[in-house]
């Protein structure tokens, strides 16, 4: 049982540079999420799907888009990357809503230069 | 707007010391409650959650965590610790907007168990 799965584990970026964190869970789960996490501030919502075909603006979702592919993929992207966005993203998915467990994938580190 | 505190950013203590980690919340309505922990390399895994009932709640790994309603906080508690517990904790909180909850987390506590 794979769980949540993220790709890539590492990306390395140029300012002004664009591309897509992918995500995926086989849970079956309705709900999705994408946060980062950054030293000193835990993680923060960027941008969540309660169920297939919708997606709502977390904390922090400007300069991300998010796309809820199908029930299981979710992804996110960067259109035109900055060295503020050099974090680690994490995906996570819960069965219903946010009230529920959340499990998370292994991270996206991402450095943007 | 919502907030989670955590009082302690970076915990060092020796094996079988005792432990508690500090976490306060802002939302004065009904909340539900997590600990996260994530171990060097690996995922954020739920250690344990309240939703209502018994305030003192169990979790994984002998860890317990205490819902204090009058002093919003949510304290996670271990009488021995084990290096193996050198891990970041997170406290979180669901915050309601509408029919929507958000999980708001905690800035993490970094806690480093000496052998």
């Known amino acids: 049982n794979a769980g949540v799965t993220q790709t890539p584990k590492f990306q390395v970026l140029k300012t002004g540079q664009s591309m897509t964190l992918q995500c995926a869970q086989d849970?079956?789960?309705?709900?999705m999420y994408w946060y980062r996490q950054d030293p000193g501030m835990g993680l923060r919502l960027i941008y969540y799907?309660?169920?297939?075909?919708?997606?709502d603006k977390g904390e922090v979702p400007n300069g991300y888009n998010v796309s809820r592919l199908n029930k299981r993929e979710f992804s996110l992207r960067l259109e035109s990357a900055a060295p503020s966005q050099t974090s680690v993203y994490f995906c996570?998915?819960?069965?219903?809503?946010?009230?529920?467990?959340?499990?998370f994938g292994p991270g996206t580190r991402l450095l943007v230069l | 707007a919502q907030s989670v505190s955590q009082h302690n950013h970076h915990v060092i203590l020796s094996e079988a010391a005792s432990l508690e980690l500090g976490c306060n919340y802002s939302?004065?309505?009904?909340?539900?409650l997590f600990w996260y922990v994530q171990y060097p390399g690996q995922h954020l895994q739920l250690l344990l959650k309240?939703?209502?009932?018994?305030?003192l709640v169990k979790g994984i790994k002998g860890f317990e965590a205490e819902f204090i309603k009058s002093k919003f906080s949510f304290n996670l508690r271990k009488p021995s610790v084990q290096w193996s517990d050198t891990a970041e904790y997170f406290c979180?909180?669901?915050?309601?907007?509408?029919?929507?909850?958000?999980?708001?987390f905690g800035q993490g506590t970094t806690l480093q168990v000496k052998p």
């Open positions: 996570a998915s819960s069965p219903g809503t946010a009230q529920e467990t959340q499990y």
């Open positions: 849970m079956n789960h309705n709900s």
């Open positions: 799907s309660a169920s297939e075909g919708t997606t």
């Open positions: 939302y004065g309505g009904t909340v539900n």
């Open positions: 309240y939703f209502s009932g018994d305030p």
């Open positions: 979180a909180v669901v915050s309601f907007s509408g029919n929507t909850g958000k999980l708001i």
